[in-house]
């Protein structure tokens, strides 16, 4: 096997990995950190505290990316929003993290993406103008990050003609131009989250999925094995709480409001060819827009959604038929031939973790969750567990480093500052380097400098070479891929979180049987143990998770 041919060192995650390490960690020596949630910033703290020479453990209830962080609209942003909100400090965040993503840690899976706002009669010149200056403005956050202009080019006005160039869906009457700007778009969120819990485990990080945190203290967790259902103790100096809309269930007096993102996702065929993105204005809001995502593998994205959410938090968020409702008639409010309910193959929603710090007014209500600061927060208890909440997707490897800085010094451990700024993720290099890997382009997207090892996989079987669904590019060696080195245990993780698959159940439905077979090859040959590492039988219940 050549070099190419092979994972990251040191980066596999797998079934028989987890046993050992579960059975390491859980009644073993003590840790400097051990990290509670395996979303971005969790696995993102994993990282960092393991790249300052710190032993680690990070453990999730569920697997990597289940929760929130699977659920965004796989947007890299540049902080424009926060920076109208006159929240220029969050802003300038965003923007410094987003070219630390597309030029150092991770330009293998976040590129620059193009958006067209039509310039329709539903928006006024004025109207116009401020969004104009808004993109200028953004293009001066790019320029204050020292983005470099290679890497996002500058906004433009365009005429009527080029517009309908890059977006033929829109309708023509009345069309006077449009706008074009420029963000990060990942290829996907999950993928993300993966590539951290894999340079975190090439740094000796342990990254037990399904071992669920019943109980935090200042000096480490009781623990549940959701595989055997065995509890036992895992012991460590700091303990960093990054369990996003579930923190205030772990650490009294953590009060999270949670708002719920809504997308619709929709066949490509039905919209035509999109080279852009779009930004469609919400009717009668100043700095609202619907988004148009169009995703390269067969799907289009639209959201979203901005909505107070009571009550328990639930695994997986519904989503509500007024949510489908209003992203449809905003998205008609543009379209040449509008889009209907039975052309909505399949939607999603995520919980935003945001600190509730307001105080309810006079009919005891807060603001709307939309006016809610994206500042994070980094809390640490009467029992000294440091709690990062708030924030956004873009500003993980930030929330990251404040919250191990935290334990760093509440704690007394010795650590330097976080070098994660310029570490690459595995599978990230350069732009030029990562054109000439020799593997398909889709692959190279999703897997960087890695994609070679994942061909090479079909070229060993002919089997893994087949597409596992019609109409959709995910291959076989892709899911063998994602158990033998991704972390992947049963079908669930497959098909809803190392591929999206899952995001269309009626795809997800016609792909289980061959997922399932799969997993019973691969996962026959290791096994998932419980806290004494006696191994077990390889199969795995399609619902879980």
Same mark, same amino acid.
């Given at each position: 096997?050549?070099?190419?041919?092979?994972?990251?060192?040191?980066?596999?995650?797998?079934?028989?990995?987890?046993?050992?390490?579960?059975?390491?960690?859980?009644?073993?020596?003590?840790?400097?950190?051990?990290?509670?949630?395996?979303?971005?910033?969790?696995?993102?703290?994993?990282?960092?505290?393991?790249?300052?020479?710190?032993?680690?453990?990070?453990?999730?209830?569920?697997?990597?990316?289940?929760?929130?962080?699977?659920?965004?609209?796989?947007?890299?942003?540049?902080?424009?929003?926060?920076?109208?909100?006159?929240?220029?400090?969050?802003?300038?965040?965003?923007?410094?993290?987003?070219?630390?993503?597309?030029?150092?840690?991770?330009?293998?899976?976040?590129?620059?993406?193009?958006?067209?706002?039509?310039?329709?009669?539903?928006?006024?010149?004025?109207?116009?103008?401020?969004?104009?200056?808004?993109?200028?403005?953004?293009?001066?956050?790019?320029?204050?990050?020292?983005?470099?202009?290679?890497?996002?080019?500058?906004?433009?006005?365009?005429?009527?003609?080029?517009?309908?160039?890059?977006?033929?869906?829109?309708?023509?009457?009345?069309?006077?131009?449009?706008?074009?700007?420029?963000?990060?778009?990942?290829?996907?969120?999950?993928?993300?989250?993966?590539?951290?819990?894999?340079?975190?485990?090439?740094?000796?990080?342990?990254?037990?999925?399904?071992?669920?945190?019943?109980?935090?203290?200042?000096?480490?967790?009781?623990?549940?094995?959701?595989?055997?259902?065995?509890?036992?103790?895992?012991?460590?100096?700091?303990?960093?709480?990054?369990?996003?809309?579930?923190?205030?269930?772990?650490?009294?007096?953590?009060?999270?409001?949670?708002?719920?993102?809504?997308?619709?996702?929709?066949?490509?065929?039905?919209?035509?060819?999109?080279?852009?993105?779009?930004?469609?204005?919400?009717?009668?809001?100043?700095?609202?827009?619907?988004?148009?995502?169009?995703?390269?593998?067969?799907?289009?994205?639209?959201?979203?959604?901005?909505?107070?959410?009571?009550?328990?938090?639930?695994?997986?968020?519904?989503?509500?038929?007024?949510?489908?409702?209003?992203?449809?008639?905003?998205?008609?409010?543009?379209?040449?031939?509008?889009?209907?309910?039975?052309?909505?193959?399949?939607?999603?929603?995520?919980?935003?973790?945001?600190?509730?710090?307001?105080?309810?007014?006079?009919?005891?209500?807060?603001?709307?969750?939309?006016?809610?600061?994206?500042?994070?927060?980094?809390?640490?208890?009467?029992?000294?567990?440091?709690?990062?909440?708030?924030?956004?997707?873009?500003?993980?490897?930030?929330?990251?480093?404040?919250?191990?800085?935290?334990?760093?010094?509440?704690?007394?451990?010795?650590?330097?500052?976080?070098?994660?700024?310029?570490?690459? $993720? #595995?599978?990230?290099?350069?732009?030029? =380097? %990562? +054109?000439? *890997? @020799?593997?398909?382009?889709?692959? /190279?997207?999703?897997? &960087?400098?890695?994609?070679?090892?994942?061909?090479?996989?079909?070229?060993?079987?002919?089997?893994?070479?087949?597409?596992?669904?019609?109409?959709?590019?995910?291959?076989?060696?892709?899911?063998?891929?994602?158990?033998?080195?991704?972390?992947?245990?049963?079908?669930?993780?497959?098909?809803?979180?190392?591929?999206?698959?899952? $995001? #269309?159940?009626?795809?997800?439905?016609? =792909? %289980? +049987?061959? *997922? @399932?077979?799969?997993?019973?090859? /691969?996962?026959?040959? &290791?096994?998932?143990?419980?806290?004494?590492?006696?191994?077990?039988?390889?199969?795995?219940?399609?619902?879980?998770?």
């Amino acid at each position: 096997m050549s070099p190419a041919d092979r994972p990251a060192a040191g980066a596999s995650l797998s079934a028989a990995r987890r046993s050992r390490e579960v059975a390491d960690t859980v009644g073993g020596p003590e840790v400097d950190v051990l990290v509670v949630g395996l979303g971005a910033t969790g696995a993102g703290a994993a990282l960092d505290a393991a790249a300052r020479g710190l032993s680690v453990a990070a453990v999730d209830a569920h697997d990597l990316a289940f929760g929130t962080s699977r659920w965004s609209s796989k947007l890299v942003h540049g902080g424009l929003r926060y920076l109208a909100s006159a929240q220029v400090d969050v802003a300038h965040e965003s923007a410094v993290e987003r070219g630390v993503l597309m030029e150092r840690t991770a330009p293998h899976l976040v590129r620059a993406q193009p958006f067209v706002l039509p310039l329709t009669p539903l928006v006024s010149r004025g109207q116009g103008a401020l969004a104009w200056a808004g993109f200028r403005a953004g293009d001066a956050l790019r320029l204050a990050a020292r983005t470099a202009r290679a890497t996002l080019p500058a906004p433009r006005r365009l005429s009527a003609v080029e517009t309908r160039h890059l977006a033929p869906v829109l309708r023509p009457d009345g069309l006077r131009g449009g706008l074009l700007s420029w963000d990060g778009r990942l290829t996907d969120d999950a993928r993300l989250v993966t590539a951290l819990a894999r340079t975190a485990a090439a740094r000796g990080a342990r990254i037990l999925t399904r071992v669920r945190a019943l109980e935090l203290t200042g000096s480490g967790a009781r623990v549940r094995d959701e595989l055997t259902g065995e509890e036992g103790v895992i012991r460590a100096r700091a303990v960093v709480n990054a369990s996003g809309v579930w923190a205030g269930a772990l650490v009294d007096g953590i009060r999270i409001r949670p708002s719920r993102g809504t997308h619709l996702v929709l066949r490509s065929e039905r919209l035509g060819p999109l080279p852009a993105g779009l930004h469609v204005p919400v009717p009668g809001e100043t700095n609202r827009f619907v988004l148009v995502l169009p995703q390269g593998d067969g799907r289009v994205y639209v959201g979203l959604t901005d909505e107070p959410v009571d009550g328990d938090v639930p695994d997986v968020p519904e989503v509500p038929e007024t949510d489908v409702g209003f992203l449809l008639d905003v998205l008609g409010s543009v379209l040449d031939a509008p889009v209907h309910r039975e052309d909505v193959v399949g939607a999603f929603a995520g919980l935003r973790p945001l600190l509730d710090t307001t105080a309810p007014d006079r009919h005891g209500a807060g603001p709307r969750t939309a006016d809610v600061s994206r500042r994070h927060a980094v809390l640490t208890s009467s029992e000294g567990v440091v709690t990062v909440v708030g924030g956004k997707l873009t500003t993980y490897r930030r929330m990251a480093e404040d919250a191990v800085d935290t334990a760093v010094a509440a704690r007394g451990l010795v650590a330097g500052p976080s070098p994660t700024a310029a570490l690459p $993720l #595995v599978g990230a290099a350069a732009p030029q =380097a %990562l +054109a000439r *890997v @020799r593997a398909p382009g889709r692959l /190279v997207r999703h897997y &960087g400098t890695e994609a070679p090892a994942v061909q090479a996989l079909a070229a060993r079987d002919p089997r893994l070479a087949e597409r596992i669904l019609p109409g959709h590019p995910v291959t076989g060696a892709e899911l063998v891929w994602a158990l033998r080195h991704e972390g992947a245990l049963d079908e669930a993780d497959v098909l809803d979180r190392r591929t999206r698959v899952g $995001l #269309v159940p009626e795809d997800r439905a016609a =792909a %289980l +049987a061959a *997922v @399932r077979e799969l997993v019973g090859e /691969v996962g026959g040959s &290791g096994a998932i143990g419980g806290f004494g590492g006696t191994g077990g039988t390889g199969e795995f219940s399609a619902e879980r998770g």
